[in-house]
Structure formats: structure tokens, C-alpha cells
């Protein structure tokens, strides 16, 4: 039993009743025996998954050429900076600062990433600052990057009893042992989001509503910089969210590069996350004002961002160098690695009044 799960089973015995998205929130947040709390957790090859960050240097050279489009789009104007949410170890900080000259702000509310983001990227020296929260954001003209943010956001779940949506509280069983049990729907503000959801499926049919994310989204409206805020994750759009073979929902486990569905096993251990619903968060985010301006398979997107890149490469055979981006660029882009399944967002944001 993970010292998390204890935790959680102490709360349980003194009778607090407790959510999924509230397990999550421990499992994923908890600052001493969280997945995500102690501190950056390695990415990638010998971490338990990979991210397009860890592929390589190349996609933040990409998002290096969004940051000067977007900078060229608002008209140049002074004072324009990238910022990132969800920076981790400082590795997309990194490459993207190598790449452009634009000064660069880290939204980080954890002070432990932030100290291992510090001495990461120590040789950009003032070009980089840290503000904790986006309401703290300078009120200046920035292009938002985000990186695997919703997907790694606490959800609730629901399940159809062929009549109405319950709720999956977290119980205890006699041996100690976490498991799902329905009851009614926690909290007002989640059934307003049940009640959006399609009605003619399966008995039984569970998904998540993450609640968290669509939040943040509204937050990120309001934070005081205005340009364009690019969202990069796994996710799914209404249909196929909502289509009959995910009856289990999205809500994974994350290991040593394995993924199953024990998701009240080894809790503070692995990581936990679901697909986005990219869908409601275009919803949320229009009607938080923010402009859509794209959203697209990852591999059409970076595909067009890397045209002016892979045109510099005709005629010449590649370098090692070279050859380690190409695959990269291959990783990111094809439709059965990183293409089809990760989806990138782009919305417009105006001055908040
Ligand atoms: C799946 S990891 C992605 C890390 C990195 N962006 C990448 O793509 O390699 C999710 C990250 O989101 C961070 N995170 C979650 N909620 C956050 C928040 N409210 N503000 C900043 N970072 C957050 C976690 O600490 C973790 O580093």
C-alpha cells in the first residue's frame, strides 16, 4: 500500500466522503507523496511516458516559429513574450529560448519546479522570469504555451444507469482496498456539465467531466495578457469521445511506459490522466471570449510549422544532426506516433477590458 493510499484511507475511516476528481487531485498533486509533488519526475525514454518535449530539441524550434509568427501577426509589437504553463524540469523552456529572442515567463505555483527550472535555464539569465499564478502575468502582448496541461487535471466520473448519471464516489472495502461506488452527483456546478452529455448510450457507460480544466481555461481568459494561446495535447473531439467503444471512459494509469486502467492501484505511484475533450474546451474557451483560431491534428499542424525548416534541408544530403531531427519531425508528425492522437488548439486573445 503507497503511503498516498494510506493517507486516503485514513480520511475515508473518519467517515469524509471522497470524489474520484479528489483522489486524483492527491494521487497526481499531494505535495509529499503525489506523482506530480515532490518535484519534476523524468519524461520520456527512463521516465513512464513521452511527451513531444522529450522526442527532442525540435519542438521547441517549432514553437520557436509559432512565437515569431505570432509576435509578426500582433504587428511586432514591444514587449512581446512567450509564456508556458506546466514547464516541468524546463526542458521546452529551453529549447524554445535557444531559438528566438524572446524574453520568456514561466507560470509555475509549485516552488520545487520552479528551483529545478532555475537551474536549468540559468544562461538565458533576465530573458526568463516566474510568476505563480496567471493572474500575475505581465499585461503585455504574449503568445500562451501549454504543453500536456488539461490532460494532467483532476476529473470527476460518471456512469449511466440507463436512467440518470451518478456520480463515482471512492469507498473502501473491509480489506483496505480502494474501489468505485455511485451515488448522487457531488456539486451543482458538475451537473450543469452532466446534463450536456449525450443520453443514448450504453448502461453502464462511463466517462470522465474535468471540470478542472474547463476552469482553467476560463482563468486563462482572464489572465492580463492578450495574443494567441496554443493548447498541445492527447484528446478527442465530442463524437469521438462519446462513441459507444470508449464505455470505460479515457481514464488511464501510466507506468514504465505501460497503461492500464487500475486507476485506484499504486496511487501517488503513476501517473493518472485522461484524453482532453477538446470539444467542450473550444465551447468554454469562446464563451470565456476567446477566439478559436485552429484546431488540428498535431501532425497537420507541425507538419505546415516545419515546411519553412525542412525546405532549408533540398538539395543537401543530412548531417547526424540533421538525421536525429528528422526523426524527430517523424515522431511528431505521423499519424501512428505522436500525429493523429495529440491535437493542437489555438485561440485568439483579446485585451481584457
Ligand atoms: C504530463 S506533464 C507535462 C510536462 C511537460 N509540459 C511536457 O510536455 O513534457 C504535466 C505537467 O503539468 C504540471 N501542472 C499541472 N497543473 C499545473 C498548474 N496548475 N500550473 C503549472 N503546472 C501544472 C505538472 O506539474 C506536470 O509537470
Redesign the pocket.
Known sequence: MTALHQILLDRLNSGEPLTFAEVMTQAL?HQEHGY?GPG?RR?GRSGD?Y????VGTLYGRLLATLAQQTFEKLGQPSGFYVVE????DG??AEDVLSSCDFDYVI????PR?EAVQKVKLAAFGHRVSWVSRLADLPARPALFL????P???PVHLVRWDGSIWQELWVKADDHGRLQFDPGPVSTDELSAEVARLPLDLPVGYTTEIGLASLN?LRELALAPFHGEIFIADYGLDHEELYSTERHTGTIRRYRDHKTDDHVLEDLGAC?L?THVNFTRLMEVGEAAGLKQQLYSHQGRYLGKLGLPWLATLEGRPPDTATQALLRQYHSLTHPAFMGRSFRVLLMAKEKTP
Open positions: 498533486y506530480y519534476p519524461i511516458f511527451t513531444s518535449v522529450s504553463q506546466a514547464a516541468h526542458q521546452l507560470v509555475e505555483p509549485n519546479y501549454c504543453n500536456e496541461l490532460d494532467a487535471m482553467w501517473d490522466t
